[in-house]
């Protein structure tokens, strides 16, 4: 069993930054890939990055890719999302999900893949 707590939302000025924590417990922690998906009102659940158990791999959806960078510390059982350069449409609850073992790129975005979910963190960015 692994549980998952996010922290780090807020709200935040367009074109500005905010790094979402999401803290694991368990000994296992290294073992699992991590995502983060996000929620808006009245929308689908959307992948926005995972990384994998190592570090090595990371995967990102388009319309974060090259904004926002997913890492991992396992010493710390901490994964984390640094977001750059905001927009008024990344505002959503953010959430952290956790898998074990590995994923395939075909199904990292897919949310019934992931066995374990935080609480979410609310990110609101104003224009």
């Known amino acids: 069993q692994v549980q998952l707590v996010e922290s780090g939302g807020g709200l935040v000025q367009a074109g500005g930054s905010l790094r979402l924590s999401c803290a694991a417990s368990?000994?296992?922690?290294?073992?699992?890939?991590m995502g983060w998906f996000r929620q808006a009102p009245g929308k689908e659940r959307e992948f926005v990055a995972a990384i994998s158990w190592s570090g090595d791999d990371t995967y990102y959806g388009a319309s974060v890719k090259g904004r926002f960078t997913i890492s991992r510390d396992n010493a710390k059982n901490t994964v984390y999302l640094q977001m750059n350069s905001l927009k008024p449409e990344d505002t959503a609850v953010y959430y952290c999900?956790?898998?074990?073992?590995?994923?395939?790129?075909?199904?990292?975005?897919?949310?019934?893949?992931?066995?374990?979910w935080g609480q979410g963190t609310q990110v609101t960015v104003s224009s």
């Open positions: 368990g000994r296992t922690f290294s073992t699992y890939t």
């Open positions: 999900a956790a898998r074990p073992g590995p994923i395939t790129p075909k199904v990292v975005v897919r949310t019934n893949e992931y066995d374990y």
